[in-house]
C-alpha cells in the first residue's frame, strides 16, 4: 500500500500519477538504477584486451635497436676513446635473441633457441675484442667455453625432454651435466694458459656430483626408497 508524497491520498499499485493532484509516483528502486546511469565510471570492472606478442616483439626490436643506434651515435661524436658502442650493440643482441623466442617465436625449437643464443653471446665476446689490446683470448678461450656451454646445455635439454622425467631424474641429470661442465671449463683454462692437462677444483665439484649421481641412482632404481623419498618430499 502506497500513498502520495504531497497529499497523502492512497495510491492504486499500478498508478502512475497521483489521480487528485497529479504529483508523479516514481519507484524508490529507480532512483538507484537511475545513478547508476549517472555515474561517470561503470560500476562493473571491465576485462582489459590482452597485449598481442607480436606487437610485444616489436617493442623488444625497437627498443634494442634504439639502444643501440643512440650508443653509437655518442660513440662516433661524444666518447670517441673507443669503440665502446661495439660492447652495447653485442649486448643488446644477446638480450634480443634471449627474449624473442619466448615473446614472438614461441614455436621455436629449443635446440635451435640455445643455438642462436651461443651465436649471439659469440658475437658479444667479439664485440668485447674492440676493447681489449688482445683478441687472442676469443679463439683461444671464450670460443671453446660457449661451445662448450651451448653443448652441454642441449645435452641436458634433450635428457630432460626425451628421457624419463621426474623430480629425481633431473636432479639426476643436472649434477651430471655441471660435474662435466665445470670439468671441461677447467680443462679449457689451462689448455689456453699452457698449464697442462689436469684437475684441481673442477675434480672436486666432479666428485661431489658424483656422489649425488650415485645416491639418486640407488634410488631411483629401489622402488619403496624411491616411493618413501617422494613422500618425505612431497613430490
Known amino acids: 500500500m502506497s500513498y502520495c508524497v504531497n497529499c497523502g491520498v492512497e495510491l492504486d499499485a499500478s498508478a502512475k500519477s497521483c489521480p487528485l493532484c497529479r504529483t508523479p509516483v516514481l519507484n524508490p528502486n529507480e532512483f538507484g538504477r537511475l545513478a547508476e546511469a549517472q555515474m561517470p565510471f561503470p560500476a562493473q570492472k571491465a576485462q582489459v584486451e590482452p597485449v598481442k606478442r607480436k606487437d610485444l616483439g616489436i617493442l623488444l626490436s625497437m627498443i ?44 621455436q625449437s629449443v635446440y635451435l633457441s640455445l643455438l642462436y643464443d651461443g651465436l649471439a653471446v659469440v658475437f658479444l665476446l667479439y664485440m668485447i675484442t674492440f676493447l681489449s689490446s688482445e683478441d687472442g683470448w676469443f679463439l683461444g678461450l671464450g670460443v671453446p667455453l660457449t661451445v662448450l656451454l651451448t653443448v652441454v646445455a642441449e645435452i641436458f635439454t634433450l ?69 618413501s623419498v617422494r613422500r618425505r618430499l612431497h613430490f
Open 64 to 107: 634494442t635497436l634504439a639502444t643501440a643506434a643512440m650508443c653509437g651515435i655518442l660513440n662516433a661524436l661524444v666518447f670517441q676513446e673507443n669503440a665502446w658502442s661495439l660492447t652495447v650493440l653485442g649486448a643488446c643482441v644477446v638480450l634480443w635473441v634471449l627474449l624473442e623466442p619466448i615473446i614472438l617465436f614461441t614455436r
Open 159 to 227: 635428457c630432460v625432454r626425451k628421457l624419463p622425467r621426474s623430480f629425481l631424474t633431473v636432479l639426476l641429470y643436472f649434477f651430471t651435466a655441471a660435474g662435466l661442465l665445470c670439468m671441461g671449463i677447467e680443462l679449457l683454462v689451462n689448455r689456453y694458459r699452457d698449464y697442462g692437462i689436469s684437475l684441481t677444483w673442477s675434480a672436486v665439484v666432479l666428485t661431489v656430483c658424483s656422489v649425488f649421481d650415485i645416491a639418486l641412482i640407488t634410488m631411483l632404481s629401489r622402488r619403496r626408497l624411491r616411493d
